[in-house]
């Protein structure tokens, strides 16, 4: 798949934007092509504030990627891998109210982008990771746009230890045995670190997005 390279909106090219700021366009839509020219061109969307009425796209001067070769697993995320089962598009929606009601700070899960994105997955473009107990409950999991090597990991959740972790774990070896290069994670918090997440330059980012994403 071609990532477009136009979309309705005028975002600023990479080369004028602020080196100090991670918001680098504020407006447009969620429409299925706007995202994914922004997600090829190194933003992704969150609301600016709590306030739900203003649009922004981020590019982190400073952005969280975990290299494919460097992912950190501990003995507990092994001993929870074998007590869990896990699936790929088998609950996106739900997986997406997960995160939203996990993630309270800001908000910004809100019906709109869950719409927005199971547009995107219907159309193939969006993917989750589920974790399952072995009372068949969903656990954990994550979700994420993927064009053709590249997957950038919005948002995950965990109702038990390790969930989350075996997700991005199996994401992992997903993408590895795929042959893709880049795992995007926006920004590199410290819970992420312990998983390997590093930072690195947006415009290093920016090189390697451009990479990825070209078949």
């Not at 494919?68 to 092994?78: I, K």
Request: proline share 4%; with cysteine.
């Amino acid at each position: 798949m071609l990532p477009p390279n136009t979309c309705d909106w005028g975002f600023p090219e990479s080369h004028e934007w602020s080196n100090d700021d991670d918001v680098v366009a504020v407006g447009a839509d969620l429409a299925p092509n706007t995202l994914l020219y922004a997600y090829s061109h190194g933003m992704f969307p969150m609301y600016l504030g709590n306030r739900h009425r203003d649009l922004g796209w981020w590019s982190p001067v400073a952005r969280g990627v975990i290299p494919l070769d460097g992912l950190r697993v501990t003995r507990s995320m092994q001993q929870s891998a074998r007590k869990f089962t896990v699936t790929i598009n088998q609950s996106f929606a739900e997986v997406m109210q997960q995160c939203a009601s996990a993630h309270t700070e800001g908000q910004w899960i809100t019906q709109e982008f869950i719409d927005a994105y199971c547009t995107l997955h219907a159309l193939g473009h969006a993917h989750s990771v589920e974790v399952w107990n072995t009372d068949n409950r969903l656990i954990g999991g994550l979700y994420g746009v993927r064009i053709n090597n590249f997957f950038a990991g919005e948002s995950m959740f965990h109702l038990q230890r390790d969930a989350s972790k075996v997700a991005v774990m199996h994401l992992v070896d997903v993408m590895n045995a795929a042959g893709m290069t880049l795992l995007d994670t926006q920004w590199c918090t410290d819970h992420l670190a312990s998983l390997g997440c590093v930072e690195v330059p947006r415009a290093q980012y920016l090189e390697l997005l451009a990479h990825s994403v070209t078949p």
